[in-house]
Nanobody, 124 residues
Framework: QVQLVESGGGLVQAGGSLRLSCAAS????????MGWFRQAPGKERELVAA????????YYPDSVKGRFTISRVNAKNTVYLQMNSLKPEDTAVYYC?????????????????WGQGTQVAVSS
C-alpha cells in the first residue's frame, strides 16, 4: 500500500506557473504508475497527466498538452506536475493517484490510491 501527499497548490494569475509535488510513503514506489487528476466544482474528476513506472512514457489530454509536464524521481518517492501558461479553467483541486499497473493508466477507476488533493486557483 502507498500513501500520497500533494503540495504546491495556490493562487496564481493567468499565464503563470505552479509545480505540484506528490510524496509517496510506503515501499516500492517505482512499482506504481502515477497520475494527476483534477476536479472542479460540479464537474467530473479528470485526468491531466499520467506516467509509467520508469518515467519513460507520459500521457496528456489535449486540454493540457504542451502546458503541463509530469515527471517522477523514484529515488525520492516523488511525482511532479509542472503547470505553465495556466488558465482560469485550470482552477480545481488537483489529486495524485497511484496504480499497480505497469503501463500508463488513463482511467480513474484503475487507481486505488489517492492523495487528499491540493487547491489550484487561477485568476484572470
Amino acid at each position: 500500500q502507498v500513501q500520497l501527499v500533494e503540495s504546491g497548490g495556490g493562487l496564481v494569475q493567468a499565464g503563470g506557473s505552479l509545480r505540484l509535488s506528490c510524496a509517496a510513503s510506503g515501499r516500492f514506489f517505482s512499482s506504481y504508475a502515477m497520475g494527476w487528476f483534477r476536479q472542479a466544482p460540479g464537474k467530473e474528476r479528470e485526468l491531466v497527466a499520467a506516467i509509467n513506472r520508469s518515467g519513460g512514457s507520459t500521457y496528456y489530454p489535449d486540454s493540457v498538452k504542451g502546458r503541463f509536464t509530469i515527471s517522477r524521481v523514484n529515488a525520492k518517492n516523488t511525482v511532479y506536475l509542472q503547470m505553465n501558461s495556466l488558465k482560469p479553467e485550470d482552477t480545481a483541486v488537483y489529486y495524485c493517484a497511484a496504480s499497480i499497473d505497469a503501463v500508463i493508466v488513463t482511467s480513474k477507476n484503475l487507481y486505488p490510491y489517492w492523495g487528499q488533493g491540493t487547491q489550484v486557483a487561477v485568476s484572470s
